[in-house]
């Protein structure tokens, strides 16, 4: 299964977490070594958190620290270092208001600003940015109509132009419908 969602790989790194420390402070002595996940792959799925998935927040410390008391240590030369943090995350997800795939995009987006922004050139920054549309959830042209028809309907609701029968869309015709939003007048 999967790929699964970001709240879901957090949900899932901390069960396994409890687990493990679960196990060192209740099982018999002779067990108690035991490791569940290393520092090491915990280190290569912050990594691939934070490049793959870009998702800056940068939770796996702070789930560590919870769950074990302890700071977690990357053993990544550099791991720590970080322009976009938690509260520019939340920020974010404020500005999405839930839309999961939006913020995946903007998460997207983002990093690759940020990763072009520390480099000495920013050659091929376009094409970059292209590939955060193309590998999107959405195709560039769905996701900017998206943004468009959202913007026009939250101008058309304050303005209080919207019509008395507004079809409500599926994700299932906003998808595969090619029509413009034709009930806001």
Known sequence: PGPYKKE?????LRKLLE???QIRETAPENMRDITLISLEELSEI???WLEEKHEFDDS???IYKEVTGEKFKDCRPGAGISLLGSD???VLEEICNGDEMHLE??????DTERQYYIKSHRYKIYESLEQCFETSSRSKEEAIQNAHNKRDLKEAVEQGKVS????QLSWANMKFSRQN?????
């Open 8 to 12: 879901w790989r957090d949900t899932l």
């Open 19 to 21: 687990a493990q420390t």
């Open 46 to 48: 912050r990594r691939i």
């Open 60 to 62: 796996l410390p702070r």
């Open 88 to 90: 520019e995350w939340s």
């Open 105 to 110: 995009l903007m998460a997207k987006l983002l």
């Open 164 to 167: 008395e029968k507004i079809k």
């Open 181 to 185: 939003s034709a009930d806001i007048e």
